[in-house]
T-cell receptor
Framework: EDQVTQSPEALRLQEGESSSLNCSYT??????LFWYRQDPGKGPEFLFT???AGEEKEKERLKATLTKKESFLHITAPKPEDSATYLC??????????FGKGTTLSVSS | DTGVSQDPRHKITKRGQNVTFRCDPI?????LYWYRQTLGQGPEFLTY????????KSRLLSDRFSAERPKGSFSTLEIQRTEQGDSAMYLC?????????????FGPGTRLTVL
């Protein structure tokens, strides 16, 4: 069964304290892995798509990487406005995205 | 590009009533998806359309749920005889189907509360 597990469930950082979020997946025939950001009461906001192991993508303070078993979202020198829930999802044989439960990030100044 | 829009944003209803939600996708996108999200969980797939054809439905989608996408434009999701367990955020997403994985863009969601 296709499965996505995110860790940690919650992460508290001080402003400027870099860290990484983990997304491990078990899926047959990965077509793509996606990262989204979700603010409370809002829909997920697209961040990155990764297609194959070894691929990396960056956007401002965020960098996403992909291996054959997991993906990392690295946050460099975070700011309070980076506080949100970060969701990881995979797309396999079907078109539906399979999501993890997310990591809730809190950054304090 | 105005993004995916959903209406209403919030809906409070009594158990047993019917409710209908609307989703307007990004204009050039040919795929439209419905997901449901409960507190502390990631979104769960319900159904999707390619143009006007409904191609896949999740086992989560009971026979009280029905979705349509007339003319391949906007979509509606109707829940009949609502139950308290239907309380959730209902999310719509759209994408432009390409050869590899297609990136799905989400709307703001409709928050349903069943009393």
């Amino acid at each position: 069964e296709d499965q996505v597990t995110q860790s940690p469930e919650a992460l508290r950082l001080q402003e400027g304290e870099s860290s990484s979020l983990n997304c491990s997946y078990t899926v047959s025939g990965l077509r793509g892995l996606f990262w989204y950001r979700q603010d409370p009461g809002k829909g997920p906001e697209f961040l990155f798509t990764l297609y194959s192991a070894g691929e990396e993508k960056e956007k401002e303070r965020l960098k996403a990487t992909l291996t054959k078993k997991e993906s990392f979202l690295h946050i460099t020198a975070p700011k309070p406005e980076d506080s949100a829930t970060y969701l990881c999802a995979v797309q396999a044989a079907g078109t539906a995205l399979i999501f993890g439960k997310g990591t809730t990030l809190s950054v304090s100044s | 590009d105005t993004g995916v829009s959903q209406d209403p944003r919030h809906k409070i209803t009594k158990r047993g009533q019917n409710v209908t939600f609307r989703c307007d996708p990004i204009s050039e996108h040919n795929r439209l998806y419905w997901y449901r999200q409960t507190l502390g969980q990631g979104p769960e797939f319900l159904t999707y359309f390619q143009n006007e054809a409904q191609l896949e439905k999740s086992r989560l989608l009971s026979d009280r749920f029905s979705a349509e996408r007339p003319k391949g434009s906007f979509s509606t999701l109707e829940i009949q005889r609502t139950e308290q367990g239907d309380s959730a955020m209902y999310l719509c997403a759209s994408s432009l189907a390409k050869g590899q994985a297609d990136t799905q863009y989400f709307g703001p969601g409709t928050r349903l509360t069943v009393l």
